[in-house]
């Protein structure tokens, strides 16, 4: 019988998840099944379809790891399915990572195969720690080498021997935080210079990367000293010295910071992303999340009202409106009689999604600025305007437009509701800390609190560095005895990131 299902062998990249291909970043996007280890990124799995089966076959603390030949019998049995299947790996297939063997068993089975290229982790690590593995009239050529076997083993199958006396190679060892104190000592007895630079990669192209510089004679004592894990790759040659200009990777301004998000999960991408191209470990820990809230009376007949100006103040009030419309088979041009005022540039920007334009910003992202600033403005004499909004109580802005006797009706879009983030993060932060926390909301704040109850929470963040994206988180902050408040200066998620970067450029 045919097999009609086909097995990619996908290389995944060293860590950063961007470094993935787009062929294979294309492929997961229609994956059935995806098989992933422990060193391919996982939120690269993020975008897989929601029914696509994940099975992870990697190592972790806890579990035996599922040995080879089981790896290859599930591969091979979800291609007799007639499966779409991504077999997802670290770095590069085909380079220490046991792919030629899976790839010549489907070969056996007479099953359809492809294999995509990805960036193993010795070139991620020499980008993006700054030693370049060749040169110019310095570094001619080099070897990727695997130092997994034992010292016991008498007949290595590296040569050893030949190693040692190549000239103008950099050498990059895979594996080996416990091998490599003998690696070297046979590479110095066998002739190679003590002095050679050197330099281990630990947690190579991701935020937790750390980078050490070394002489070939140093490098076991610096593993105990510094106390390197794995995954760490190891290159040795002259080239290990450009590093000190080079490490553009570990000079950003974030770099290895660990920052926690707090608002909801569909928004907080935005600010992760931000956050990581400036180097940080962005750690998700949305408190709240939102959801949809389907008003009383039907669009359709609000809409007829004919309002003059609808004002957002959120990108979620945005988004929620937009469904809501669409949920009635409307669209933008349910506006086109209506002005739009929105209180910022990530309001605004969430507008131009959908083809619209803001006719009013005010010039600072806060309630009262864009109240004092649209009511001077405008001429708004019997005019009618519809606030569109979350659940919230206290609204300023509805608030101060009926006290200025503007005819203003509500549109509660979304309502707000606590999250509860994963337990296991929730200890990893009681435990280890963090180096700041981002609250961009009222909300965000008081769920903190009742996620970790008041006296951990307030330990947590006294101990560290507290950001607010605005006065009224600010204030709210303030009512749990919060110190050292830093808030940002323009009232948004870029203000608020320019204010992180700020505060740890001068610590
Ligand atoms: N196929 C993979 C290698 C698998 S062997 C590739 O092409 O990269 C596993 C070894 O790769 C680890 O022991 C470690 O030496 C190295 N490695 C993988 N990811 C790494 C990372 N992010 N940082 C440092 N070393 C890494």
């Avoid at 690590?125 to 990727?144: D, E, I, K």
């Avoid at 021997?161 to 690696?183: C, D, F, R």
């Avoid at 909004?389 to 609204?395: C, L, N, R, Y």
Wanted: charged share 25%; proline share 4%.
């Amino acid at each position: 019988m045919e097999i009609k299902g086909k097995v990619y062998l996908v290389g995944a990249g060293p860590g950063d998840p961007e470094l993935i291909t787009v062929k294979g970043l294309e492929l997961l996007k229609k994956a059935e099944v995806v098989l992933y280890d422990r060193l391919a990124n996982d939120t690269l799995l993020k975008f897989c379809p929601e029914n696509t089966e994940l099975i992870f076959v990697g190592k972790e603390a806890d579990r035996h790891p599922i040995p080879q030949e089981e790896i290859i019998k599930i591969l091979i049995e979800k291609a007799k399915k007639n499966k779409t299947v991504i077999r997802l790996k670290g770095g590069d297939p085909y380079i220490f990572g046991r792919g030629s063997e899976e790839a010549l068993a489907l070969y056996q089975e007479g099953i359809d195969f492809e294999i995509v290229p990805g960036i193993t982790a010795g070139i991620g690590a020499s980008a993006y720690s700054g030693a370049p593995l060749t040169h110019r009239n310095m570094v001619t050529q080099c070897l990727f080498i695997t130092a997994h076997e034992s010292p016991e083993k008498n007949e290595s199958q590296i040569e050893w021997e030949l190693l040692a006396k190549l000239k103008n190679t950099t050498l990059v060892i895979y594996m080996g935080a416990s091998t490599l104190k003998w690696t070297v000592e046979k590479l110095i007895t066998l002739g190679m210079n003590p002095e050679t630079p050197a330099i281990i990669v630990q947690n190579a192209t991701l935020p937790s990367q750390r980078q050490f510089n070394s002489r070939l004679l140093n490098l076991p004592e610096l593993v105990e000293k510094e106390n390197i894990k794995p995954p760490i790759i190891t290159i040795i040659g002259e080239t290990a010295v450009f590093s000190d200009k080079l490490d553009w990777f570990s000079r950003k301004p974030l770099f290895g910071k660990k920052i926690v998000c707090t608002r909801a999960e569909d928004q907080s991408h935005s600010l992760t992303k931000i956050l990581e191209q400036n180097g940080a470990i962005a750690i998700n820990f949305s408190v709240i999340k939102t959801k949809l809230n389907k008003p009383s009376e039907n669009l359709k007949d609000l809409l007829s009202k004919n309002f003059d100006w609808v004002i957002f103040s959120s990108e979620n009030g945005v988004r929620y409106f937009f469904q809501l419309l669409n949920k009635e088979n409307m669209d933008a041009r349910a506006l086109s009689n209506t002005k739009i005022a929105c209180i910022g540039k990530e309001t605004a920007t969430r507008l131009k999604d959908f083809g619209l334009i803001a006719d009013f910003i005010p010039s600072s992202f806060t309630s009262t600025v864009f109240i004092d600033e649209f009511l001077n403005s405008q001429n708004l004499d019997n005019q009618k305007i519809l606030r569109v909004k979350g659940d919230f109580q206290k609204d300023y802005i509805f608030d101060s437009l009926i006290n200025n006797g503007i005819n203003t009706e509500p549109l509660q879009v979304y309502s707000i509701e606590k999250n509860l983030p994963d337990n296991k993060l929730k200890e990893k932060l009681m435990n280890e800390g963090a180096d700041a926390y981002l609250f961009t909301s009222s909300s965000t704040v008081t769920n903190f609190f009742d996620v970790f109850g008041k006296n951990q929470a307030l330990k947590l963040l006294n101990q560290s560095n507290v950001f607010a994206i605005g006065p009224v988180t600010r204030a709210t902050l303030e009512d749990y005895q919060i110190k050292n408040i830093i808030m940002s200066e323009t009232f948004s998620i870029e203000g608020l990131v320019n204010s992180v970067i700020q505060h740890f450029s001068k610590s």
